[in-house]
């Protein structure tokens, strides 16, 4: 179970002291083989705060992965779970950038400080009052005080020490004007996670009647039924590093003219593509080509895989399915060589992967119903070669590409 901060854990943690028994905290290695060690030594120098200290550096180590640049932040294990990696943040951040916003779940911060990179007015709000200390904390130098009563005029640059206010408000009650309104709900219902809209914390159906008419982005789980909800503006699918990370409900006065569905994909290394349903989606039907391609998450999730294979030349393998094909694959994407085409029979393709001398075997299952564990085990490859399998539906029949994996 994690430790339960509280706001003086807060500020012991963010002062001077705490600041310096991190550091020194940060030296062990807090491994499960060294668990009761370390917490001894921790709780001989600085007692009751040990568990605390403790908990904030394995956060740290862990935000590592998903946070920039957030070394000194403090965190709580379910807002980091929740938290929105940077490099989505900063993207998302981009398209709003001169505008004043307001982030109605700021939880600890990590949209308001990407926010506040090009925002000229950023109000963070929430009703967990940890967080919001925490989040006061981890904006830095962009940090104002406040409380929700002053959020009502606070649509003007704020100062030259800041431009980010932080106060207690709930989101189902309006407490800004004049600004962009951003909210991330929880997506997390009696401790499990849910797909259900009217159970996220805020409910969604709630929070989009709660803001009628305004310039609105929610964070949503990327498989909501958008088309069931009713969204009349723009729904953006995100991936980074090739997992699909989120989907973002962008109002009508946000989203780009005749854009419904967009997919971006993002790297942390920087790079960005987006595709829209703007965009041509006519492609031809033809024989398979030399390559499969399996388009990024975001693109499929955003029902955008005619539109991917238009722009590049590329076509499907049947329409109900989300595999592509051509007869060359565009820059960062993955490409499966078809070496062989067969009918979907375990023993004559055992038979097959034996006499390529079939090592390594990935296995790719899309519109069968297929366990690729279950299958690796019953094909038995025990050769050097490493091959990919990409089992599929065209038409009525199950069919299986032999690939050579990239």
């Keep these: 179970m994690s430790y339960r901060f509280s706001q003086d854990d807060v500020r012991y943690l963010a002062g001077v002291a705490g600041r310096s028994a991190l550091t020194e905290v940060n030296l062990l290695p807090l491994t499960a083989a060294t668990h009761l060690r370390d917490l001894e030594r921790v709780r001989r120098a600085h007692g009751d705060r040990a568990a605390a200290l403790i908990e904030t550096v394995r956060l740290r180590r862990r935000a590592a992965a998903k946070l920039l640049d957030a070394e000194q932040w403090l965190f709580t294990d379910d807002a980091l779970q929740q938290a929105t990696p940077t490099p989505v943040a900063r993207q998302r951040a981009a398209r709003l950038a001169g505008r004043a916003v307001h982030d109605v779940t700021c939880s600890i911060g990590a949209e308001l400080v990407e926010l506040a990179r090009v925002c000229p007015a950023v109000l963070g709000s929430d009703l967990d009052e940890v967080r919001l200390a925490i989040a006061a904390h981890n904006l830095g130098p962009h940090r104002l005080g406040g409380d929700s009563d002053s959020l009502a005029s606070a649509t003007e640059p704020l100062g030259r020490t800041g431009n980010v206010l932080v106060a207690r408000a709930d989101a189902l009650r309006p407490s800004s004007r004049d600004t962009v309104v951003i909210a991330d709900p929880a997506r997390r219902s009696d401790g499990r996670r849910t797909h259900d809209p ?27 039924d958008f088309d069931r909800l009713g969204w009349s503006g ?21 989203a780009e003219a005749g854009v419904t569905r967009r997919a971006t994909v ?15 989606d006519d492609i031809g039907t033809r024989a398979p080509g030399e390559w499969i391609i399996d388009p990024d998450g975001a ?16 076509w499907q393998l049947d329409p109900r399915i989300a595999y592509l094909t051509g007869d060359t694959v565009p820059d960062g994407v993955r490409g ?43 094909l038995k490859p025990r050769g050097a070669r490493p091959h990919t399998l990409v089992i599929t539906r065209i038409g009525r029949a199950a069919t299986v590409f032999l690939c050579s994996t990239p």
Aim: net charge neutral; hydrophobic share 40%.
């Design 336 to 378: 499966f060589r078809i070496l062989d085409r067969m009918d979907f029979r375990e023993k004559s393709l055992r038979a097959e992967l034996h006499r390529r001398d079939c090592g390594p075997l990935e296995i790719l299952v899309r519109g069968v119903d297929v366990d690729p564990d279950v299958l690796r085990s019953r």
């Design 266 to 280: 993002l790297s942390s290394k920087g790079t960005a593509w987006t595709i829209t349903d703007a965009e041509p």
């Design 299 to 314: 693109v499929v999730r955003a029902g955008l895989v005619r539109h991917y294979a238009s722009r590049y030349g590329l």
């Design 234 to 254: 723009e729904v953006e699918v995100v991936s980074l590093d090739g997992s699909v990370r989120e989907a973002c409900l962008w109002s009508a006065g946000l």
């Design 198 to 224: 009217a159970k996220l914390s805020p409910p969604l159906p709630d929070l989009l009647a709660a803001y009628p008419g305004r310039d609105l982005a929610v964070k949503c789980a990327p498989g909501l």
